[in-house]
């Protein structure tokens, strides 16, 4: 067996690529938000980008990805063409699912979004399934299954991971500890100290991590192997990744439950500041090659946002289609 | 037809998964006790398939009906075609976010890029005195939401036809099974048997009322039907077999031709699939009605544990008797 590659200057550089894009996507869909010129529930991933980075960056296009409503950054780290977000976004007949779906309901198979759910906790045992089908395929792929803090406490994750340890699936339980689960801090809804304790609960096929996701490094690191585990057999992966939610729960929420300090020391250790220095100290991208990152993400947005307003809305037949496949 | 092969309702759920599972190797099992160690299901359904079929195509689950059904969601997406087993009906009210949130939306919500063709098999029934959480027929549930198909059948040959239907069709179907008559015998079909979805079956034709049913109290019609043709009445007996989506046609064309309709079902009687049809008739036959569309079913209570309160909960054969008189006098 090779030795596992080591995080590198150059990985650093794509960590941060990514995640700015993310934020890019992220802050211009916001700013649609604020002007009007889009309303819809949004539930912003600002602040989680590194996880979905590395997510992104350890798998290949035909690994499987089961993410939340919460789930911009992984369908973009997954590879989505932005048109088809962005048009899902405004409601377009262009969108991912031909407007039909919405943000919280994003699916693109060619990518590996297989299913965007809207309620918590629910895509842990469709990631099993996802698995399993690997599993007898012999297909080698990979199933991320993207939660918060908040899903660890809902029935359905225990019944998940305890069916994934048994069967030993090739499934990445990707929790995104972001202190809060809607408006209740972690500890007031959570007994144990680390989601990832819990997976000892599982036994010995389960493995369970605990990491700083905001760490470009150490989330590269443990995604890296949580992959390699999963690819070669060896079984899921119970991986945390510490974070902040620093929109909110939701776009327009006043974050009113969030201590002022709290909320400043996270904004202060907001990723996309701190690793944008980590990336021009290890010269990995200079402080101009960054700006152009930035503003080839913003050109790209913009096109999509433009395609999107252009865009026609769904025929109104489509409410009656696509509730059942072709008679059999 | 003399020598007629008769199989019993159990066996003719084990022949099409048997069936299906040969001809196509994406068909899976998945359940609680499914496998052959535990002997093949609480039911036997499956005895011998893991056997047959190996290890990987049927798996025996811990007791996690939400992780039964994600499972089989999951691996739908991934071009799987699997069968869960939920041991009793009741059950399935742990897995009701699977169902109804994930199986039944997800073709619709992504704009049709992706589909779960996967079958959820199920038992229930009351008359077996297992009391309030082993007995409901809580198919208008399912009915209730698009993007499910829910499916009873009324004999073993259509037991076959109709799962073998279900497990190939690219929706996720509801497969009922009813607990009290799974010895009952009936005529076997011939091999690779399958029945179409969504269209029902005039199985008796009459002039002078119909009566529309599904799955058990089929049975109790057909000797009632031959009872009133002794009298000189002509019924005419319609099996809906899918309930959702439901063959409208079928039922709107024996009534208009019969102008009576009595409905009958095991479910209770309040907002049922009774209430459902009965409005189907009145927006679509209401010109040709002779009589009130006459509902049968079981009492609005909690299937109760005391046989003598069992019984009297059941829809009764002799409601249906006195419910087919009762249109042919016009009230």
């Known amino acids: 067996m090779t030795a596992a590659k080591e995080f590198s200057a150059a990985d650093l550089a794509a960590m941060y690529h990514k995640a700015l894009y993310i934020r890019t996507v992220d802050e211009g869909i916001r700013g649609m938000l604020r002007a009007g010129r889009l309303a819809l529930a949004m539930h912003p991933p600002t602040g989680q980008e590194m996880i979905a980075a590395a997510m992104g960056l350890h798998l290949e296009q035909s690994d499987y990805l089961v993410t939340i409503y919460r789930g911009l950054h992984d369908q973009l780290a997954k590879g989505m063409p932005l048109e088809l977000v962005v048009g899902e976004y405004f409601g377009r007949a262009t969108g991912a699912c031909k407007g039909k779906g919405g943000p919280m309901h994003i699916t693109h198979p060619a990518s590996g979004v297989m299913v965007t759910s809207g309620v918590v906790g629910s895509g842990m045992p469709i990631a099993n399934g996802l698995g399993w089908a690997s599993q007898i395929k012999g297909d080698g792929r990979v199933t991320v299954t993207c939660f918060g803090d908040g899903a660890s406490n809902i029935g359905a994750f225990h019944e998940a991971l305890n069916l994934a340890a048994v069967w030993k699936l090739p499934v990445i339980f990707l929790c995104a500890n972001n202190r809060y689960g809607e408006m209740t801090t972690y500890a007031d809804a959570t007994a144990c100290e680390k989601v990832a304790d819990r997976a000892a609960a599982y036994g010995p096929n389960m493995a369970g991590v605990s990491v700083d996701g905001n760490d470009p490094e150490a989330i590269w690191t443990a995604m890296r192997d949580a992959v390699a585990r999963a690819r070669s057999g060896a079984g899921p992966t119970l991986l945390e990744a510490h974070t902040f939610r620093l929109s909110g729960h939701y776009f327009g929420d006043a974050n009113t439950y969030i201590p002022k300090d709290e909320m400043a020391e996270a904004v202060a250790k907001d990723p996309i500041k701190v690793v944008r220095e980590q990336v021009i100290a290890a010269g990995a991208a200079s402080a101009e090659e960054i700006d152009g990152w930035q503003a080839e993400f913003q050109a790209q947005l913009d096109a999509a946002i433009e395609a999107a307003e252009a865009a026609p809305f769904p025929a109104l037949e489509e409410v009656e289609m696509d509730v059942y496949g072709v008679a059999s | ?331």
Request: net charge negative; hydrophobic share 40%.
């Open chain 2, 1 to 331: 037809m003399s020598e007629e092969k008769m199989i019993t309702f159990t066996e003719a759920y084990t022949r099409a998964l048997d069936e299906a599972m040969a001809a196509d190797p994406t068909v899976l099992l998945l359940g609680e006790d499914i496998g052959d160690k535990q002997g093949g299901g609480v039911f036997k359904v499956t005895a011998g398939l893991e056997g047959k079929f190996g290890s990987e195509r049927v798996r025996t689950t811990p007791i996690s009906e939400q992780a039964i059904i994600g499972a089989a969601i999951g691996a739908s997406l991934a071009g799987m075609r699997p069968v869960a087993e939920i041991m009793f009906m009741n059950f399935i009210t742990v897995a009701m976010d699977q169902i109804v949130n994930h199986a039944a939306k997800l073709r619709f919500m992504s704009g049709g890029l992706t589909s779960v063709p996967i079958t959820i098999r199920t038992r229930t029934g009351a008359g077996t005195g297992n009391g309030g959480q082993h007995s409901d027929m809580l198919e208008a549930w399912f009915a209730h939401v698009p993007g499910i198909k829910v499916v009873v059948p009324s004999s073993p040959a259509e037991a076959v036809g109709l799962l073998r239907a279900c497990i190939e069709d690219d929706d996720p179907c509801l497969f009922i099974e009813d607990g009290v008559t799974r010895v009952v015998k009936g005529a076997a079909p011939p091999p690779d048997y399958k029945i179409p979805l969504g269209k029902a079956h005039v199985e008796r034709e009459g002039n002078d009322v119909t009566v529309i049913s599904y799955g058990r109290p089929l049975a109790d019609i057909r000797t009632l039907a031959d009872q009133f043709a002794e009298e000189g009445v002509s019924v005419e007996v319609v099996d809906i077999r899918t309930i959702s989506p439901l063959d409208v046609d079928t039922i709107v064309k024996s009534v208009c031709k019969t102008g009576r309709a009595v409905i009958a079902h095991e479910a209770v009687r309040s907002f049922g699939v009774g209430a459902e049809i009965a409005a189907q008739i009145q927006e679509h036959a209401f010109s040709s009605l002779k009589a009130p569309v006459k509902r049968v079913a079981s009492k609005d209570s909690t299937v109760p544990f005391a046989r003598v309160l069992e019984n009297h909960f059941i829809y009764q054969p002799s409601d249906i008797e006195l419910s087919i008189r009762q249109v042919l006098e016009g009230k």
